[in-house]
């Protein structure tokens, strides 16, 4: 919350945004952050969508609890009619928005070619460095080399970093 609010977001909680906000899409990769509750704040026609995990995010069978009706618009977009009046439109049903439904393109090239490649030299580590199962950070050095690779594909020069500049980087004693 506090990156958010320092990167020029205003930070509330979930109920006091929801009675705000026309569009929310949760990102998060955790379950509920919209549920129960929740849905007697919301504003009249607001429009709900999931970036973040599964389709748990937004709990669908809380907000039937307090729906009258419920009608496809059109293909993955569904209007819930509230016991008072109010509509809620929830996108995909609540699963993937990039990945869900008849328009769900998913990740583009751009993006997959990098996880395909950090995925790559994932394994090739794993495979020289004869690892035991488990679960392991991707080191820097990783990182940078797809981050370098993608850039020249591109056709895009960057400066390279001097000795004395990757010493001064990693050092915890020079300078102010």
Known sequence: ALEARMDGYRVMPIKCALQEADIVVTATG??????????????????????????VEINEEDLLKITEE?????????????????HV?????????NLAG??????????MDL??????????????????PGVYKTRDEVDSEVARLK??????EID???TEQKDYMNSWNIGT
């Open 30 to 55: 955790n379950k509920d952050i919209i549920s129960g509750d929740d849905f007697n704040y919301i504003k009249d026609g607001c429009m709900l969508a999931n970036a973040g995990h599964f389709n």
């Open 70 to 86: 419920k009608e496809t618009i059109k293909q993955d977009i569904e209007c819930y009619t509230l016991k008072d009046g109010r």
């Open 89 to 97: 439109y929830l996108l995909a049903g609540g699963r993937l928005v």
């Open 102 to 111: 008849e328009h769900g393109q998913g990740h583009p090239a751009e993006i």
């Open 115 to 132: 996880s395909f490649a950090m995925q790559a030299l994932s394994a090739k580590r794993i495979l020289e460095e004869d690892m035991q």
């Open 151 to 156: 850039l020249k594909a591109m056709n895009i």
């Open 160 to 162: 390279e970093l001097t």
